[in-house]
């Protein structure tokens, strides 16, 4: 992997492997543009120049959203302009390739990398174009949005989707599973070098694991599985549809997730009616909120999970768990939570101390991993939003 350089850029944008400031830097390396654009294949023109003007043939890889993007052979400087981006780039090694990143806060992200704190921070997932060239990026990564991606094009800086569309639905937990995978070999083919073997390496971590909770609990019928309730916050109502992370975590777990209905594929509200329909007898807190917004509010007290003592406060890593690579083991420790007998050999602590050695080369203390598994802060605190 290359280092990532300073925060200096070359004055010339035809130097050998120089960093362009603005647009305007590009017409200058026209002729340069045009002896390189025949052994590239079909892209926008201002993305042929770009390439070329900084002495770069490119690759051709397929994002998330099925599109072909042509990206430099090697990347320098990387924009997260979505949330999950940090995090896969963190596990691949590719931390020092982040210039910018949309501003995000999980509880134990700045003492497993401080490396975080001195990126600078975005506050709004639509790139500023001016900035991003001025910062000498060239590599944004983003959701998918058509006028954001549109507005992109006339940078020339590739941009990557990569997280699945909001609108894509999962036929099974197979499908979803190759999507976690899709994105990690993604951000590893990108990165190039040891990054591509971190994420196969990653991959078959993941397989391992799912397969051995998805079979010790593939005999339960569904009639008899854990219904369940994933609290996404900020308000108790406030979950996560079908198309979700926590939704198909819960599914491989074994549980019956109450939201498979929903009619949104991200987050949104469920009705106070609808839930105590449906009474989930676990209720599971993420993103830091407290349980106290279900145990000290009357409208639940009849609802299974409170009155049974099943509301469990989510551990929150270097990503929150709804989203991050270390959704795995939220898999591991809902399966545990809902089916204790048959996953009485699962150590979920043991479990999340090794992910972090192997994946992140961070040992937790005994004192710092018991915090992390009752979903406290490393000072001990749950944040409460």
Known sequence: MTPAPDNKTSETACSGGGRRRSLSLQMPCAVVAGALLGQMVALPKSAQLLLAANGEAGRVIVDMADRKVTVPEQIHRAGCFEVLCYDKLFLLGGRGLVATM??????????????????????????????????????VFLRYNRLLLRGLESTGIPAVVSQPPLDTHFEDAVAFG?????????????IGG?????????????????????????????????RAYYLRGPNATQTQGPGTNTYWYGRIAGADMISSDLPFNSQGPMSMEEILRRDPVF???????????VLN?????????????????????????????????????????????????????GEVRRYYKRFYGYEFTDDALAKFMRGLTPAGIRRGY
């Open 102 to 139: 949309l501003r995000t806060d999980p509880p134990w992200m700045s003492t497993i990398d401080p490396n975080v704190a001195r990126i600078p921070k975005v506050e709004t997932e639509a790139p500023n174009r001016e900035q991003v060239l001025a910062d000498g990026i060239d590599i």
């Open 178 to 190: 190759n999507a976690q995978k899709r994105m990690v070999r993604l951000f590893g083919s990108i």
């Open 194 to 226: 040891a990054a591509v073997q971190k994420a196969e390496e990653w991959c078959a971590y993941f397989d391992e694991r799912i397969q051995y909770v998805m079979k010790r609990v593939a005999d339960v019928p569904q009639a008899k599985r854990p």
């Open 283 to 293: 209720i599971f807190v993420g993103r830091q909120y407290s349980p106290g917004l």
């Open 297 to 349: 509010d009357a409208r639940w007290r009849d609802v299974g999970a409170v009155k049974n003592h099943r509301v469990i406060a989510l551990p929150d890593g270097l990503f929150y768990w709804d989203g991050s690579t270390e959704g795995v083991l939220l898999a591991e420790l809902m399966a545990k939570t809902l089916y204790p007998d048959r996953f009485g050999d699962l150590d979920v602590p």
